[in-house]
């Protein structure tokens, strides 16, 4: 596994940091235990065992090669060793990001930072690719690097026990090459935005699927543009607020140069009993559909392969 990035600053006191690191699994089919070359320098089989773990790497890349070989025929070499050169951030694992980790884990990407506080809940199993029986109870981030694990693709995961806030975002995203934003914290949303644009960092951001219905109705545009989603249009106002991006209106509609997954359908009205005043996009009262959570989660993950694509060819 290539891995271009240095590794990231340690975070400040109180987050964890991405120390609970995940390298990347030996495939089954591996051959182990060979020792390493210095230390049977000076026996008589040396030969025979370098031989042996050149045989093992052979092996362990054609391996790869066979499971996550697709990704280089339909995109292009280049841009299949770009994918395993990054480092993505994939914050909010939960109903889109979940599936978003899912996708791009089975695409080749070299390093996956996964950022989320929470645990798995039977009210998840609905529309949460890591949520079993099983797993309830159990962080979410571990429980997605585990199935990563299990893939069996070579992807490392990093896994941060944490909420993504304005005081820490700058640490947690730290050494990544793209970040996809799947949470509905309104704060964190915009300090997030916001810094990707200070620092250059890419970055896509997922608007609210919860009550949505239609999944042919997921799109990928600007977010000036983004229509019948009411987290992103409030994201995009204290973006013009709170930190100067573009001021537009319905004739003139000036690009902010942030992406943006939303569901181009009006969301279904939410029980006034369910949802408190000020409650998340996500609230429980909306209800939600993994056909939908799932199908922005991928698309947010096909941006970013689109987006390794681009920068492989340059």
């Excluded at 930072?113 to 109870?137: F, K, P, T």
């Excluded at 943006?260 to 029980?271: G, H, I, K, Y």
Aim: hydrophobic share 50%; with cysteine.
């Amino acid at each position: 596994m290539t891995d271009q990035n240095p590794a990231a600053p340690a975070l400040q006191a109180g987050i964890a940091p991405p120390s609970a690191v995940h390298p990347a699994p030996a495939l089954s089919g591996d051959a182990t235990g060979a020792a390493p070359a210095d230390a049977v320098a000076d026996r008589a089989d040396a030969p025979a065992a370098q031989a042996t773990s050149a045989e093992a790497a052979a092996d362990h890349e054609d391996l790869r090669a066979r499971r996550i070989g697709g990704i280089a025929r339909l995109y292009g070499a280049p841009a299949a060793a770009r994918l395993d050169a990054m480092r993505v951030g994939v914050i909010g694992i939960g109903g889109v990001g979940s599936w978003a980790a899912e996708a791009l884990a089975r695409s080749g990407v070299g390093t996956l930072r996964l950022v989320d506080l929470d645990h798995i809940a039977d009210s998840n199993i609905n529309r949460q690719v890591h949520a079993l029986e099983a797993e309830v109870g159990r962080a979410k981030v571990e429980a997605m690097a585990a199935r990563i694990a299990a893939m069996g693709t070579g992807c490392a995961v990093e896994t941060v026990d944490d909420f993504l806030t304005p005081d820490n975002l700058a640490e947690i995203t730290a050494g990544c090459d793209a970040v996809l934003d799947c949470i509905d914290d309104i704060k964190a949303k915009t300090a997030l935005a916001a810094h990707a644009r200070k620092a250059g960092l890419k970055l896509i951001v997922c608007g609210a699927a919860g009550g949505k219905r239609d999944a042919t109705a997921v799109r990928i545009d600007d977010l000036a543009r983004v229509r019948n989603d009411p987290l992103l249009a409030r994201l995009r106002t204290k973006l013009r607020k709170e930190h100067g991006f573009p001021a537009g209106g319905a004739k003139k509609v000036t690009a902010f140069g942030v992406m943006a997954v939303f569901v181009d359908e009006p969301p279904a009205a939410a029980p006034v009993a369910a949802c408190a005043p000020g409650a998340a996009l996500a609230c429980a009262g909306y209800g939600s559909a993994m056909h939908v959570t799932a199908t922005v989660g991928l698309a947010a993950a096909g941006w970013l392969l689109d987006m390794a694509a681009r920068e492989a060819a340059v």
